[in-house]
């Protein structure tokens, strides 16, 4: 196993970096003082100006209507803020304009740096199956310093919310379906974007979305309603901005979706109760894109001004892309319809902004074209992009030891429409998709391989259609192998932002081909790309071995070869249940007994069961094999019951009882047995990733105090309540080897 230390220690040190490079001590007395004083001065219209966005792609190209408006609307200082504007030359071309407002009050640029700048690294999604906060940190920093060295401000990224319906395309930008798991990861992608303050040239601000609960859309589709209770808002969907809150998150983006009848974008509860009141955030809030506008047809607002009062009036401080704020708000103001005070706030906030970046110092600090050639070229951020992708893949299933390959395999058969791909491994929301800079999965295992090994191909089938016209190839090649690998999946534009899906099978013939490659009799090891959960039936049930590789990114094929070949041991886990099939969709470890739960195995009759399937997931919550073997044993409580102030070190210990290293993701579970609400059979409340030799043992502690044990109770109040708890330890929701009792004493 390797463990490429010089590498990681070199990329640490860039992180520890983050918010330095250029960042001068804060003096939030005196910058509010000049916001004050800024604010003062300005018009009503330029107040306004500073709370709209808008898209700059033709911004620096050819003459247009739109560019000529933008750019007079620019120098007029009626525009806070561009995105889509890329690049140094672009940006300071563009900045030098709003430099000739009255009032020189410098744009922000945003931008979708989703899971990379210019180095794409694997989907969100995909690193959350990494359990590795360190890696996913380091992830968000590169792309940072990437975009930042571009002439990049702010990104829209990360995406916290909390999906359990793989229908919905987006889940591939986020963390996955547990709170617990996707706050820790959010806290890592802000401090990884943003470093410890901003200011720094290497970083950027992050933003927060989509506020909130966008991820349980009804029935999976984008952009759709979403009825929720208050309980499961604040315990299953809320808990992830907290943490990005916590983290000292720049910026939040509110959501599409409506939440119990009321749109986010016009939703005072979220935004002014929630997160600017009980939270005290001092950050500000855009907009989804056209989003103020989109609450006319939603039947919320009657017209474009009164969706304008609606949103600032709700705590919506931009405008990205919807003009409601440029053609209304200044008159509703004028009109007492809305309060002088609310402008000034959401002014307030992005100015801050503006001065914490150092903008108004120097409004071309981002724009540094020596800078720019110096980051985009460093060698060290596609070994970051490896390392990730080979931390994101996820073994699924390796019977009878089929991986890693060997010497013994001499003729190896790669098969499949997707082995040779190029722009699927970087996936939806790549903004830089440039192929020249990905390594396919062939050129990957290509060099891999070695002389000694000869490495046959064919395509056998398109990703999607029914032709079968390459399936004797295909059978061919295989035939001629010691094993096959098969590549397969969803091409990258079948996941993403408007992606929904109805059907999660593999699409095309692609299963088909893999029963034909099966007939040969050789050993199928199939290699599953794609940005959700998918369905598989019978690659599940009669492959030899299964790899989980998302959309892995530029660096995908060298690690995918890695992986296969043992360089490096997997380690993944599922951040997301995978479905047996569409019906069980919504899904979640995180299932209650209910009043008639099974208690034998078989047993359906008037239990909650389906009749035509098991309750039970494909591929559970946090499950993913490994090239060696873990034992768990020596557990002990430091006492048996603990008091409201009190805490309890739950230890044990793991050992490696394989012949390879290997890391181990030790997960917590815990369950309240008796509550005033009915609590989840399993909920994670830790977890701890630990690199073994063979034959290595360590200890792993957990600490447990009132909080882990506190959810919210009928009144929304945050409480832990007397009584008894079941703990279970081990290295997925459905495989825990430990069990222990804990009671909360009043």
């Known amino acids: 196993m390797r463990f490429q230390f010089s590498c990681l220690l070199l990329l640490t040190g860039l992180l520890l ?12 007395a005196g910058t509010e003082q000049r916001i004050s004083t800024l604010l003062a001065q300005m018009t009503l219209a330029e107040k306004v100006g500073q709370l709209t966005q808008y898209s700059g792609r033709q911004l620096t190209g050819p003459a247009s209507d739109r560019k000529t408006d933008l750019l007079n609307s620019i120098r007029s200082g009626l525009v806070g803020s561009m995105l889509n504007v890329t690049g140094v030359q672009a940006t300071r071309e563009v900045q030098a304009e709003a430099l000739k407002s009255r009032l020189k009050i410098p744009l922000l640029f945003g931008l979708d740096v ?25 992830g968000a920093h590169v792309a940072a310093r990437e975009a930042a060295a571009a002439g990049q401000h702010w ?5 916290v919310d909390v999906a359990r319906d793989p229908r919905w395309g987006r889940v591939m930008e986020g963390a996955g379906e547990d709170a617990y798991l996707g706050a820790q ?3 890592a992608r802000v401090l990884g974007f943003q470093g410890e303050r901003l200011g720094g040239t290497d970083a950027i601000m992050a933003c927060a979305k989509h506020f909130a609960a966008y991820g349980a859309a009804t029935a999976g589709r984008d952009y759709n309603a979403v009825d929720l209770s208050d309980q499961q808002l604040w315990e299953t969907y809320l808990p992830p901005f907290k943490a990005a809150v916590d983290a000292g998150v720049a910026t939040f983006m509110n959501s599409f979706n409506t ?6 974008t016009g939703n005072k509860y979220l935004q002014r109760d929630i997160l600017k009141g009980q939270w005290k955030y001092q950050g500000f809030v855009v907009s989804d894109w056209g989003s103020i506008g989109e609450m006319v047809p939603w039947g919320y607002a009657r017209d474009p001004a009164d969706a304008a009062q609606k949103a600032i009036t709700a705590g919506s401080d931009m405008d990205m892309e919807s003009d409601a704020y440029r053609n209304h708000l200044a008159q509703l103001v004028k009109d007492g319809k809305v309060e002088t005070a609310l402008v000034d706030d959401a002014v307030r906030r992005i100015l801050r902004k503006k001065f914490e970046l150092g903008l108004f110092d120097d409004p071309y600090k981002f724009s540094d074209l020596k800078r720019e050639k110096q980051v985009l070229s460093d060698p060290q951020h596609r070994v970051a992009a490896r390392q990730m992708a080979e931390k994101s893949l996820v073994l699924l299933k390796n019977q009878n030891n089929t991986l890693p390959l060997g010497k013994q395999h001499r003729t190896v058969a790669l098969i499949g429409p997707l082995a040779k791909s190029r722009r699927d491994l970087d996936g939806s929301w790549a903004l830089n998709a440039d192929t020249t800079l990905i390594t396919s999965f062939y050129d990957g295992l290509a060099k891999r391989v070695g002389a000694g090994t000869r490495l046959a191909y064919a395509k056998g089938c398109n990703v999607q259609g029914d032709s079968r016209a390459g399936f004797a190839a295909a059978v061919a090649a295989a035939q001629t192998a010691d094993v096959v690998v098969l590549a397969v999946g969803e091409t990258w534009e079948m996941s993403g932002e408007a992606k929904s899906r109805t059907d999660l099978h593999l699409p095309g013939v692609q299963e088909e081909l893999f029963q034909a490659l099966k007939a040969t ?15 598989f039936d019978a690659i599940a049930e009669q492959a030899d071995a299964i790899l989980y590789a998302w959309w892995p990114g530029a660096e995908g094929g060298p690690a995918l070869a890695n992986v296969l070949y043992g360089d490096y041991n997997p380690a993944g886990k599922l951040p997301m249940t995978f479905p047996r099939n569409a019906g069980q969709i919504p899904i979640s470890y995180q299932q209650y007994n209910t009043g ?19 309750n039970t997931p494909r591929y559970a919550f946090g499950h993913g094999l490994s090239y060696t073997t873990f034992r768990y044993d020596n557990l002990q409580l430091s006492q048996p019951t603990l008091t409201a102030d009190q805490s309890v070190r739950v230890q044990f210990r793991i050992t490696n009882t394989g012949t390879r290293a290997g890391e181990e993701v030790a997960q917590l579970y815990l369950h309240d047995v008796v509550a005033s609400v009915a609590r989840p059979l399993k909920e994670l409340k830790g977890f701890q990733k630990l690199a073994l030799k063979p034959g290595e043992s360590q200890t792993v502690t957990f600490t447990i105090d009132r909080a882990t044990l506190s959810f919210y109770n009928q009144q929304l109040a945050w409480a832990a309540e007397p009584g008894d ?9 459905d495989d825990t080897r430990l069990e222990g009792k804990l009671t909360l004493v009043p």
């Open 17 to 28: 970096a983050s918010g330095s490079a250029g960042a001068q001590p804060s003096d939030a």
């Open 521 to 535: 009799g050789k050993p199928v090891v199939v290699v599953i790309f794609g940005g959700r959960p998918l369905i």
């Open 259 to 264: 939440l119990n009848g009321v749109p986010a």
């Open 155 to 159: 990104t829209f990224a990360p995406m």
């Open 596 to 614: 008639r739960p099974i208690t034998k195995p078989g047993e359906i009759r008037y239990k909650s069961a389906y009749l035509d399937a098991p």
């Open 114 to 138: 989703i899971h990379g700048y210019q180095t794409v690294f694997p989907i969100p999604l995909a690193e959350a199956a990494s359990w590795d906060m360190a890696a996913i940190r380091q």
């Open 185 to 187: 990861i959010a806290r």
């Open 725 to 733: 708890f079941r703990l279970f330890i081990g290295s997925a929701s």
